[in-house]
């Protein structure tokens, strides 16, 4: 706490006058001063606040005496630790001493008071109120830095996880078609001067091959960017952004007679690039995985507190329980390569983009029956 800031001081006495002369006599710029002339005045003042360095209170006072007041003071969690000096002259009576103490004093002054003192004393409690309150400050900093560095250490086990996914895809899933391109090469090679149409069928292959390869690499490109955007959260009208989705979705919606219903969606603060791609993602993923129905596909929306929670519902295949977390993973595919277009990357995408909103992603299903993705977006972002 700087020394420009206020020490707040409670004056408790039923007598304005001797309220004024403890004003003038603790008068410094530093210092601010409530007042009260009951115990009841007092008690109301700290039910609205607390941060006082220091009470003075007279004890002689009618219907609630300091005393009393003492003692509701200590009683109440949020105020025993204010510090109390009694301001009495009657401290020839050891029994309201005995009180007074039992109450939570840490001081007893006898009226009238020597301004020299009671200056002293005051300054002391200031300086310790002073000292605390930077404690506090710099406890508060701590727990700042200390979820900071939580924060910054999830993002690293993240990070670190990422990697070991980037390692396993570039020495299993990269390999797989490079495997396949070498293969067909040596047989083109033995059977360059033979049979024209078994070159030509291993070429397709080694073609093929070669796509996946390009699409792996593509894929590792856009997961990796995913979470790493540079441009600021805008406001992102989703209506807007469904409405795009689906011209560019057209000719999938087309061929597979699709149909795509969209409820009113809200205004949020996002990436809009971001959002219309993982919007794109489900819808597309939706028509996909259609199975042998012709697709239905809704998306909804909710408010919840804190957060916009969106659905995007389908009739398809269905998922299977045991691999509802599975297809949010990297290249985690649940059919044969060639059955569904595609790498296994849209998902895991689409999980990092709802990470990067503070949000979650997942899904129900029912095999044959249809899946519902479910993401949610904070409004906090």
């Not at 420009?4 to 004003?23: A, F, M």
């Not at 919606?253 to 969209?262: D, F, H, R, T």
């Not at 390569?337 to 595609?342: K, L, R, V």
Request: aromatic share 8%; hydrophobic share 40%; glycine share 4%.
């Amino acid at each position: 706490m700087s020394v420009e800031q206020d020490i707040k001081i409670l004056l408790v006495d039923d007598r304005k006058e001797d309220i004024l002369s403890l004003e003038v006599i603790l008068s410094t710029p530093n210092y601010k001063f409530e007042k009260a002339t009951s115990g009841r005045d007092a008690l109301r003042i700290l039910l609205k606040e607390q941060d006082f360095a220091i009470i003075l209170i007279d004890v002689q006072m009618p219907m609630l005496d300091g005393l009393e007041t003492a003692q509701l003071i200590r009683e109440s969690e949020k105020l025993r630790h204010i510090p109390i000096i009694f301001l009495t002259a009657n401290i020839d009576r050891p029994n309201n001493v005995f009180k007074g103490y039992q109450a939570g004093a840490v001081d007893f002054m006898i009226k009238p008071v020597v301004p020299e003192i009671i200056k002293a004393k005051v300054a002391v409690f200031a300086e310790l109120y002073r000292k605390s309150q930077e404690l506090l400050a710099q406890k508060q900093s701590l727990s700042t830095l200390n979820m900071e560095l939580e924060k910054r250490s999830e993002e690293l086990i993240r990070s670190n996880k990422d990697l070991e996914k980037f390692a396993y895809v570039a020495s299993h899933d990269m390999q797989e078609p490079l495997r396949t391109i070498i293969s067909y090469i040596e047989l083109i090679q033995r059977k360059i001067n033979d049979d024209a149409q078994d070159v030509e069928k291993y070429m397709d292959f080694v073609v093929g091959a070669s796509y996946r390869m390009r699409d792996l690499i593509n894929g590792l490109l856009e997961y990796s960017r995913a979470d790493r955007e540079e441009k600021p959260f805008t406001q992102v009208n989703c209506n807007d952004v469904v409405k795009e989705v689906l011209a560019n979705l057209n000719t999938s919606i087309s061929e597979n007679k699709a149909v795509v219903q969209a409820g009113t969606l809200p205004q949020i603060t996002a990436s809009y690039m971001q959002i219309q791609q993982l919007f794109q993602n489900l819808v597309s993923n939706a028509i996909k995985f259609k199975g042998n129905k012709e697709p239905q596909v809704s998306i909804a929306y909710k408010k919840i507190e804190g957060y916009h929670l969106f659905s995007i519902a389908d009739n398809g295949i269905g998922i299977e329980q045991e691999y509802k977390e599975r297809i949010f993973e990297i290249f985690k595919r649940l059919h044969p390569i060639g059955e569904y277009m595609g790498v296994g990357i849209g998902l895991a995408i689409c999980k990092k983009i709802v990470e990067r909103h503070k949000g979650k992603i997942w899904v129900e299903s029912v095999p044959e029956k249809g899946s519902t993705f479910y993401f949610t977006i904070s409004e906090a972002v």
